[in-house]
């Protein structure tokens, strides 16, 4: 399940993180990511949740970086494409046909 959630639950990806679509635009993402800036900046919390503000702050920060930079989200979105090709298939562990039938009789002998 994909919740854009910054506090007590794991954000899947940097587009969650800052709530912006995919192919948001660099204003966009920017616009995103000051307005959850200046709620979640640790100069702004109290001292008990300051290290929570924090934690969440450098996680915004870090989507930012890697969504705000042209080659580092390419990269990026390269690897969210592989991981969801992962997800989907995950007994095509690749593509060489040469490795699919020698897994195949392996378990299928055991079976």
Same mark, same amino acid.
């Given at each position: *399940?994909?919740?854009?959630?910054?506090?007590?639950? &794991?954000?899947?990806?940097?587009?969650?993180?800052?709530?912006?679509?995919?192919?948001?635009?660099?204003?966009?993402?920017?616009?995103?990511?000051?307005? =959850? !800036?200046?709620?979640?900046?640790?100069?702004? %919390?109290?001292?008990?949740?300051?290290? %929570? /503000?924090? *934690?969440?702050?450098?996680?915004?920060?870090? %989507?930012?970086? !890697?969504?705000? $930079?042209?080659?580092?989200? @390419? =990269?990026?979105? $390269?690897? +969210? @494409?592989?991981?969801?090709? /992962?997800?989907? #298939? &995950?007994?095509?562990?690749?593509?060489? #046909?040469? !490795?699919? &039938? +020698?897994?195949? $009789?392996?378990?299928? /002998?055991?079976?």
């Amino acid at each position: *399940m994909r919740t854009r959630v910054l506090y007590q639950y &794991p954000v899947v990806n940097h587009y969650e993180i800052l709530g912006v679509a995919h192919n948001a635009s660099f204003t966009e993402i920017r616009t995103a990511y000051l307005g =959850l !800036v200046k709620t979640y900046h640790p100069d702004n %919390a109290t001292p008990p949740k300051r290290d %929570a /503000s924090q *934690m969440i702050f450098k996680t915004i920060t870090e %989507a930012y970086t !890697v969504l705000s $930079k042209a080659e580092a989200r @390419r =990269l990026y979105d $390269k690897k +969210l @494409r592989l991981e969801d090709q /992962s997800k989907n #298939n &995950p007994s095509d562990i690749t593509n060489d #046909n040469t !490795v699919k &039938p +020698l897994w195949r $009789k392996i378990f299928e /002998s055991k079976a």
